[in-house]
């Protein structure tokens, strides 16, 4: 894929930018607090996620870069995702202003009534895979019929499983899928309590070198792209730090691409793995040297597994609904600024 250039505003030009912007917000509405008497921001506190599935929050949560630029005026929150489900789940509840979720996990939140948009992608990964145990006899997915599945509905592996499952001529009948957290899918998996496991980066890095785990299948076309979502409330009425935490992502980008070996460091400090499991994910499974505009890429994605969302059954409005919400999901002003 073909990247842009991008260059970096610093953070005094940024700040002035973002003054001009917030003409006609009205501060207090949407998700985030009130900003303080005479700030020149929307609102006084702003909440962020952060994950291990997102390497570019590592950066921009450990750098500093929202608090540099919005100073004492905003209280940034962090709250980490430990799964795009989850990142989802605070989206929804307002808990987090801007959360970050595998592509196909924000159309599945978007379709079933979710009012989120994508203001920027992360990454192109490919963090998700077929797992079993270094001892098992499935060797192809065709194998998986009969057996026990672990996997986060609601996330890019759970899409990924649903994809392999027919591109094997089988399909969700055929298997016995244990719907849990990403970690306790590993545990399971390694405990022996299911056969196998759609696993997610980076403790699927881990558990191949931990515990000998075998990836059975893979295919990067399956995988989703990283999306960063915010709710239309957040968009519309604090279009100032969403500018913000865009500017981040891309400045986080830049200096991940630049230093590689410091941001394996910092994902292996915050996933609790060894070093080198770290490097294999960002060297090896993290593209992260793509353009953060949203756009025609990720809606082609979107249009090829929404009818594998909508076989399954867990949209309702089925095919009708998943069109509505492709149509609608992409809001790229922010990033198209960020990159300008």
């Given amino acids: 894929m073909s990247t842009i250039t991008r260059r970096i505003i610093p953070a005094t030009a940024v700040a002035g930018m973002m003054a001009l912007m917030t003409v006609g917000c009205v501060a207090g509405e ?16 702003l909440s962020v996620d952060w994950a291990t599935y997102n390497p570019l929050s590592l950066v921009i949560k450990e750098q500093g870069l929202i608090e540099n630029v919005l100073g004492d005026d905003v209280e940034v929150e962090w709250l980490q995702s430990a799964g795009s489900n989850k990142a989802n789940e605070l989206l929804r509840s307002e808990s987090v202003d801007v959360g970050s ?7 599945f939140a978007r379709a079933n009534g979710s009012p989120i948009k994508v203001i920027d992608i992360y990454s192109q990964p490919e963090w998700s895979a077929i797992v079993t145990g270094p001892d098992s006899d499935i060797t192809s997915l065709e194998d998986l019929a009969g057996t026990s599945v672990a996997a986060t509905k609601g996330t890019d592996p759970y899409f990924f499983l649903l994809q392999a499952l027919e591109e094997g001529g089988l399909t969700l009948d055929d298997v016995e899928v244990q719907n849990v957290q990403h970690a ?111 756009g025609d890429d990720q809606v082609a994605v979107l249009e090829a597994i929404s009818p594998i969302i909508a076989e399954s059954g867990d949209v309702k409005g089925g095919q009708e609904t998943l069109d509505e919400a492709i149509a609608s999901i992409v809001d790229d002003q922010f990033a198209v600024k960020a990159t300008e």
């Fill in 101 to 107: 979720t595998a592509g196909s996990a924000a159309l």
């Fill in 184 to 294: 306790d899918g590993r545990s399971l998996l390694d405990g022996g309590s299911v056969d196998a496991w759609a696993g997610l980066d980076p403790i699927m890095g881990a558990a191949e070198v931990e515990s000998g785990d075998q990836l059975i299948y893979r295919n990067v076309d399956f995988n989703t792209y990283g999306f960063l979502n915010a709710t239309e409330d957040f968009i519309e009425n604090h279009p100032d730090l969403a500018q913000v935490v865009v500017d981040a992502y891309e400045e986080a980008r830049v200096w991940a691409l630049e230093n590689p070996e410091e941001m394996a460091q910092l994902l292996a400090d915050a996933a609790s793995i060894d070093l080198d499991v770290a490097k294999t994910v960002i060297d090896e499974r993290s593209n992260l040297d793509v353009s953060g505009v949203p």
């Fill in 30 to 45: 949407g998700s985030a607090d009130a900003a303080p008497e005479g700030s020149e921001w929307s609102a006084g506190t």
